[in-house]
């Protein structure tokens, strides 16, 4: 792929400015590393071959710990009129894939050669308007990327290819020389406008020596307007035979029979007889002509005229020595073949021609171009791929995809596992990929590219930025971050969520969710994260999320707002559409109950608060390890003197849990209840017990005024 020279610049740089020599004895150099899967390019820093060990730690020092490895690619990342080419033709690629699928679904065949003729179209225009854009001399924003050659090159080789391969339907087999005159006249312009204005201001153009070999061009590629006007300009010619010859001449070559001037072929094949008869007949009147009469003084216009006239008759020898002549190549000898040699010459029997003239006059091995063209000609589909992919990437991407669907290169993978048509589309899918902000189009054409394009679709997925950390200004990245956390999924998170929809990549779009939430449980934002993690199928994240708003229990009050909706709509929905497993949802439930219960008691309700506490340990949702934090912060309940909270039988439950707790730590079971205790507290196992036995002398009082009240604790509470 011709790509413009382009310098990598490493940010931040590895060393200042002027700072070389203190890289340099540090005992450092630069490495590099290419991936064997991509032409990716890692760069490192490491240490110099000829670093002795015993100047190490010496260096130890100045030597960083933590090397930062940069990534790179060989390939300048679309920039400029390239992005807009690449990002609107993705649009023509996915509409190929669309039209491939639905055919191979419903086994159309006549309307899906159409409809790819029609794309191919829609390809080549995009090439066309880009190369006229690319030729204006006007100022523009950035600098061209490629310049207007580059398109002009994508531009001749994928018509030549729609007008070999993927014709009109109807016309397969009709003859081709007419369309690849017409394609050489539209790319290879020839004799030049400037020529001809030059000689038609002159009043005797004939002594001119670009006069004859203009008039040659012009009758070789059918330029009957051009040619006319000059064999006109030859009626003051001092020579009669040639005024005369030029008189019958004009109307021969304005009135060359066309295939598209023909309803039918047949009409065109006795038209073309009837034509070369007069061809004949000039010939004969061209051979009376005296040796004496044959030279004007300034050319042997006699020989220049047989040349024409030689043409005319369809001799390939003269045809070829013409164009040698001329400076023309191959391409203009083919062209001129199905018109003056073999007017019935079909796109079958075109490489056979083609092989005999190659022999003789070869393709410019250093011209991409010329060899993509050769390829075509010969229909050799493979080699125009590779020498394809040598001009540029997106050629032989398209072209490859293309041509697979009309089976003119095998479908089955190779034994890379990977077919021929895979190979391109990944090749200019990877560099799509140099600009990241290009995911969207690069993944699509992964995607479509057998299970090594998924496979590698997929990694890019996980790897967009999904711009989710809290807005710090109020720019369209910070409107979009705030609007996600609003509840809504908007932004790159909603256009990964879409694209693996669209794909149906349901294992990539809950990793996706993964990495959402561990980016909200970053930024302390516990709901979302419970969300995402919920929508990924992630139990045990959520867990995870859980433990760490158990972990900040004494922000609950705050916290309990944004993460109990979350909790509750996890709760209602367990039943119906999530599979979580029951221990979670034992978590789960646990924490919106605790985080209800201190909201309860920071705000005086304590007989809510005690109802909570109870009902957490009748219910079986509390984890032992939060036993003892619970009994701990019930302990301002029990203490109240003004009201009791606790009926008797809740205030036995409670001794209850509170002997478990020493029993279990008296048998060596401490890790498994004060854990959470010891790090609230942030003192030891024993500060953990002492706080449990100013516990349980507040429930023994508290038992021992039920038991004088006789009936325990009334609902409501009960002064005294």
């Not at 991936?35 to 760069?43: H, K, L, Q």
């Not at 992005?83 to 419903?106: E, P």
């Not at 895979?422 to 054409?445: F, G, K, M, N, S």
């Not at 119906?576 to 985080?595: C, D, E, N």
Request: charged share 25%; aromatic share 10%; proline share 5%.
């Amino acid at each position: 792929m011709l790509i413009p020279k382009h310098a990598a610049y490493l940010v931040p740089p590895l060393f200042e400015q002027g700072k070389a020599a203190d890289f340099k004895h540090s005992g450092r150099t630069i490495s590099l590393a290419v991936s064997p899967r991509d032409d990716n390019i890692s760069i490192h820093t490491s240490p110099n071959s000829w670093t002795s060990p015993h100047t190490a730690p010496s260096q130890s020092g100045i030597y960083p710990h933590e090397q930062a490895i940069y990534l790179s690619s060989k390939d300048q990342a679309p920039s400029s009129e390239r992005r807009v080419f690449v990002t609107d033709t993705s649009v023509i690629f996915a509409a190929v894939q669309t039209l491939v699928k639905v055919s191979r679904a419903k086994n159309v065949g006549l309307s899906v050669m159409l409809a790819l003729n029609k794309l191919a179209n829609d390809y080549i225009n995009f090439c066309k308007e880009c190369a006229l854009y690319a030729s204006q001399n006007i100022s523009r924003a950035e600098p061209l990327q490629y310049d207007a050659d580059h398109y002009r090159c994508l531009w001749t080789c994928f018509s030549l290819f729609s007008l070999l391969y993927l014709p009109e339907p109807g016309f397969e087999d009709a003859p081709v020389g007419d369309e690849l005159m017409e394609w050489l006249n539209t790319h290879f312009i020839q004799p030049s406008t400037q020529e001809g204005d030059e000689l038609s201001s002159q009043d005797r153009p004939w002594e001119d020596p670009a006069f004859w070999p203009y008039l040659t061009r012009t009758s070789l590629r059918g330029l009957s307007k051009a040619s006319a006007f000059f064999l006109g300009v030859l009626s003051k010619h001092p020579s009669t035979y040639l005024q005369g010859l030029a008189q019958q001449l004009s109307p021969l070559l304005t009135n060359h029979p066309r295939l598209h001037q023909f309803s039918a072929e047949r009409d065109f094949a006795i038209a073309s007889r009837r034509w070369k008869d007069k061809v004949k007949t000039l010939r004969l009147e061209l051979d009376r002509v005296p040796e004496s009469e044959r030279d004007d003084g300034f050319e042997n216009w006699w020989d220049r005229f047989s040349d024409i006239v030689g043409v005319l008759e369809g001799r390939g020898d003269v045809i070829k020595r013409v164009c040698v002549d001329l400076g023309a190549d191959w391409k203009e000898v083919c062209s001129a073949w199905g018109i003056f040699v073999d007017t019935r010459l079909r796109r079958q029997d075109l490489p056979e021609i083609v092989a005999q003239v190659l022999d003789e006059m070869p393709p410019d091995p250093t011209d991409r171009e010329d060899m993509i063209h050769s390829a075509l000609f010969l229909g050799r589909p493979t080699q125009a791929l590779s020498e394809a992919a040598l001009l540029d990437v997106w050629l032989a991407a398209h072209l490859a995809d293309l041509m697979e669907p009309i089976e003119l290169i095998d479908s089955e993978p190779d034994d890379s596992d990977i077919s021929l048509r895979q190979h391109y589309v990944v090749a200019y899918a990877e560099y799509l990929h140099t600009d990241p902000a290009l995911w969207r189009i690069t993944v699509d054409y992964m995607y479509s590219a057998g299970e090594v394009g998924r496979g590698m679709a997929d990694q890019v997925l996980m790897r967009v930025p999904l711009c989710l950390e809290s807005p710090k200004s109020a720019d369209a990245a910070g409107e979009e971050a705030a609007r996600i956390r609003a509840g809504h999924l908007v932004g790159v998170l909603k256009d990964v969520n879409e694209t693996c929809f669209e794909h149906q990549r349901e294992e990539i779009r809950r990793m996706v969710c993964r990495i959402a939430a561990q980016t909200f449980i970053k930024e302390k934002e516990y709901g979302l994260a419970i969300s995402y993690y919920t929508s990924a199928e992630d139990w045990v994240g959520l867990a995870r999320v859980v433990d760490l708003v158990l972990d900040e229990y004494i922000h609950f009050a705050r916290l309990v707002a944004h993460v109990a909706p979350s909790l509750h709509s996890l709760r209602t929905d367990s039943g119906t559409k999530i599979s979580a497993p029951g221990v979670f949802l034992h978590r789960l439930m646990f924490a919106v109950r605790f985080a209800e219960f201190h909201q309860r008691r920071a705000s005086g309700d304590g007989q809510g608060a005690a109802f909570d506490v109870v009902a957490m340990f009748r219910e079986e949702i509390v984890p032992k390890a939060w036993w003892a934090v619970l009994l701990c912060d019930a302990l301002e309940l029990l203490q109240n003197g003004g009201a009791m909270f606790f009926s008797s039988n809740d205030a036995c439950l409670l001794i209850q849990k509170l002997e478990e707790i020493h029993i279990a730590v008296g048998q060596g079971g401490g890790d498994d209840f004060l854990p959470v205790l010891c790090r609230v507290t942030k003192r030891g196992e024993k500060h953990a017990l002492q706080r449990l036995e100013v516990v349980r002398l507040s429930l023994a009082q508290y038992y021992a005024r039920c038991g004088a009240i006789g009936v325990g604790g009334r609902p409501s509470g009960w002064s005294y």
